[in-house]
């Protein structure tokens, strides 16, 4: 089913997998990769069969270790913007995507690793996961969005402590300070992704795009006018079929048969 050289991709069950496959470099992200992300989920955006994504890295070691070092190491300064901001729209676009993207985080989340995964809706850790951004060892800040996203997900404390020791954290603690949504044993990692798909591809498509519509756009506005965006898309949510299906399936005692329109 994968027509990349980085990238495996499957579907099944109305949940796409994209796992990153360069496990003899730990999935670092070189412009392949990214080329081919941002292909894969371009690809996905477009395909209605797709209700929700599972990324993760292939083998037991690493989710993402980071950009690809090699090449970071002769950028210019030209191309080193270029490439972060680059980057930062095709981790805007997954974090976008319209469509729950639940990241497995299977090893090493490092840098770029780190930052594609906070670009994810939710995060799952496997007991032997490491995040951390450790960019000020080489020198240089994240620039796939690590300075912005990690933040606005653990406070702002603890995302300048991770962000200037460099250090690595476990998925347990990752856990513990909000960066992750859970933290499984490895053998348990994709069924728990696989489980927590299943549970949003219960529910109605639409209201899942305007859920994350709502809590994206609205976490950078005052909340006055996060509310006022909440209470249009509620109102637009009352215009669908699924409003009605889900609504009559509720008072008829059935279980609601979703269409997503
Ligand atoms: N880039 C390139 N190659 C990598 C990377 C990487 N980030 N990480 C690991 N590799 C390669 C190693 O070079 C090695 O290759 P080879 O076998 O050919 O020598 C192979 O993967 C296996 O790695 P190790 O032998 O180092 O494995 P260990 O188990 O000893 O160590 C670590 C695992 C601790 C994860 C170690 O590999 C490491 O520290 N990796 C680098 C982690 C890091 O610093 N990541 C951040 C990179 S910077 C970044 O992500 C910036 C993002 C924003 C960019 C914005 C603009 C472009």
Known sequence: MSNYENI???KKNGIATVTINRPTKLNALNR??????????TR????????????????EKAFVAGADIGELATQTPTEGKEFSLWGQAVFNKIENLGKPVIGAING????????LAMACTVRIASENARLGQPEVKL????????TQRLPRLVGKGLALQLLLTGEQISGTDAFLIGLVNK?????????T??????AMIANAPVALKFVMEAVHRGMEMPQAEGLFLEATLFGLSCTTEDM???????????????KGR
Do not use: H, N, W
Not at 108 to 115: F, Q
């Open 108 to 115: 090493y989340a490092l840098g770029g690793g780190c930052e």
């Open 44 to 59: 996905i955006a477009e395909d209605s069969e797709v209700r929700v994504v599972i990324l993760t890295g292939a083998g």
């Open 244 to 258: 009605k299906e889900g609504t009559q399936a509720f008072l008829e005692k059935r279980p609601a048969q979703f």
């Open 183 to 191: 933290v499984v044993p490895f053998a348990e990692l994709m069924p």
């Open 139 to 146: 020198g240089i800040l994240p620039g796939y969005g690590g």
């Open 8 to 10: 495996l991709f499957e």
């Open 32 to 41: 392949m990769v990214m080329r081919e992300l941002d292909a894969v989920f």
């Open 193 to 198: 992704a696989e489980k927590m798909a299943q």
